[in-house]
């Protein structure tokens, strides 16, 4: 699969990179982040357009921040992306320091069982998703929506990635393994072939009632109410068994560029619509291998270099920005920026930043091996 290059999206404009700023979410973002949930495509269960929800969410989001944290637990950061130069804030990104820290956080398990008898001299692989709740100790990547209008730029990339500039800094606060789950496949009507095979058959709702009950409440009830055994996939649907482990076709971009970061293919999948959960060790992420300190000098716009574009990070903790600039040094090692990007950033001269590439190399599809 083709990794992603930012730097060369056709049609990418200078204000695209130079005037948007990821942050922690305030309070004064709730009615933004509540459009943004609104417009999620498709919705997602862990980002519900409910206004209790996503004001409790904010609150957690600011607690954390608040907070001296030691090791990963019940902890949940949300970011916003905002573009200065329209003043509005266009997507939103959270983590989850521990996935089940809460609720057990489940998903189905891709195995593979042997049925054979020597008398009849018959031997049978069967595929079967069995309900496992081994997710439960990483850290989840969870919760994005992007205003349609950035889509295909550097806004996506930096709303994605910015996340992992935040957990270089703080690796205390995050478990060795991050996860990243995806919607899956819905057909060309909205309905979800995996939900409408298995689910439907145990709940009296359609996708789209369960996946918002869930949001409202949690994924929790569902592995009350699904059957405890393993689910024989020739048992499925065609239209089933075809939709396990795919992406819903608009996070294809975003699923491609998180396999070129470092992630790969679980064998988990989630229990509503069977979309696939990546998993990264945190030594094996391109982002936070490849980041580095850099003392911050100030000059004018006008006379800075071209260079390649990277993600550039203050290192305050409430108070985290994360922008796109120019990966220009002196010989010296310090980055060049103007004073509009210092300022975006809230760096004086001197003070150090971290820098990590923009681009990602092109990777192939695969599955990670520990899971095989």
């Given at each position: 699969?083709?990794?992603?290059?930012?730097?060369?999206?056709?049609?990418?404009?200078?204000?695209?990179?130079?005037?948007?700023?990821?942050?922690?979410?305030?309070?004064?973002?709730?009615?933004?982040?509540?459009?943004?949930?609104?417009?999620?495509?498709?919705?997602?269960?862990?980002?519900?357009?409910?206004?209790?929800?996503?004001?409790?969410?904010i609150?957690?989001?600011?607690?954390?921040?608040?907070?001296?944290v030691?090791?990963?637990?019940?902890?949940?950061?949300?970011?916003?992306?905002?573009?200065?130069?329209?003043?509005e804030?266009?997507?939103?990104?959270?983590?989850?320091?521990?996935?089940?820290?809460?609720?057990?956080?489940?998903?189905y398990?891709q195995?593979?069982?042997?049925h054979?008898s020597?008398?009849?001299?018959?031997?049978?692989?069967?595929?079967?998703?069995?309900?496992?709740?081994?997710?439960?100790?990483?850290?989840?990547?969870?919760?994005?929506s992007?205003?349609?209008?950035?889509?295909?730029?550097?806004?996506?990339?930096?709303?994605?990635?910015?996340?992992?500039?935040?957990?270089?800094?703080?690796p205390?606060?995050?478990?060795?393994?991050?996860?990243?789950?995806?919607?899956?496949?819905?057909?060309?009507?909205?309905?979800?072939?995996?939900?409408?095979?298995?689910?439907?058959?145990?709940?009296?709702?359609?996708?789209?009632?369960?996946?918002?009950?869930?949001?409202?409440?949690?994924?929790?009830?569902?592995?009350?109410?699904?059957?405890?055994?393993?689910?024989?996939?020739?048992?499925?649907?065609?239209?089933?068994?075809?939709?396990?482990?795919?992406?819903?076709?608009a996070?294809?971009?975003?699923?491609?560029?998180?396999?070129?970061?470092?992630?790969?293919?679980?064998?988990?999948?989630d229990?509503?619509?069977?979309?696939?959960?990546?998993?990264?060790?945190?030594?094996?992420?391109?982002?936070?291998?490849?980041?580095?300190?850099?003392?911050?000098?100030?000059?004018?716009?006008?006379?800075?270099?071209?260079?390649?574009?990277?993600?550039?990070?203050?290192?305050?903790?409430?108070?985290?920005?994360?922008?796109?600039?120019?990966?220009?040094?002196?010989?010296?090692?310090?980055?060049?920026?103007?004073?509009?990007?210092?300022?975006?950033?809230?760096?004086e001269?001197?003070?150090?930043?971290?820098?990590?590439?923009?681009?990602?190399?092109?990777?192939?599809?695969?599955?990670?091996?520990?899971?095989?």
């Open positions: 699969m083709r990794g992603i290059d930012p730097a060369t999206r056709a049609g990418e404009t200078a204000r695209e990179a130079g005037q948007l700023l990821v942050r922690p979410a305030q309070a004064s973002d709730l009615g933004a982040i509540e459009r943004l949930a609104s417009s999620a495509t498709p919705r997602l269960t862990n980002l519900p357009a409910h206004r209790d929800r996503l004001e409790e969410r609150a957690r989001s600011c607690r954390a921040l608040s907070h001296n030691d090791f990963p637990g019940d902890e949940s950061y949300t970011f916003v992306l905002e573009d200065r130069e329209i003043g804030i266009v997507g939103t990104a959270t983590i989850r320091a521990q996935a089940g820290a809460q609720d057990v956080y489940y998903t398990r195995e593979t069982l042997i054979a020597q008398q009849l001299n018959l031997r049978h692989e069967v595929q079967t998703l069995s309900l496992s709740h081994e997710m439960s100790e990483v850290s989840l990547l969870c919760a994005l992007l205003d349609a209008r950035y889509r295909g730029t550097s806004a996506a990339s930096l709303l994605r990635r910015a996340r992992l500039m935040f957990i270089a800094q703080y205390e606060r995050f478990a060795d393994t991050l996860g990243v789950a995806f919607p899956g496949y819905l057909d060309e009507s909205g309905a979800s072939p995996f939900w409408d095979s298995v689910g439907r058959h145990f709940f009296n709702h359609g996708y789209h009632e369960i996946n918002q009950l869930a949001g409202v409440r949690s994924k929790s009830f569902i592995a009350e109410v699904m059957p405890q055994f393993p689910l024989y996939l020739p048992l499925l649907t065609p239209q089933a068994r075809s939709a396990i482990g795919r992406e819903h076709p996070h294809e971009p975003a699923l491609g560029e998180m396999l070129a970061e470092g992630f790969v293919r679980s064998r988990h999948v229990i509503f619509d069977a979309g696939p959960v990546l998993r990264g060790e945190r030594a094996r992420l391109r982002t936070l291998n490849h980041c580095g300190w850099h003392p911050v000098r100030i000059r004018p716009a006008a006379s800075l270099p071209d260079a390649e574009p990277a993600m550039v990070a203050n290192q305050r903790l409430a108070d985290f920005r994360c922008t796109v600039a120019r990966y220009a040094l002196t010989p010296t090692g310090q980055l060049l920026l103007s004073e509009a990007q210092a300022e975006l950033l809230g760096v001269e001197g003070r150090a930043v971290l820098v990590a590439p923009l681009a990602l190399p092109d990777v192939e599809d695969a599955l990670d091996e520990g899971d095989l």
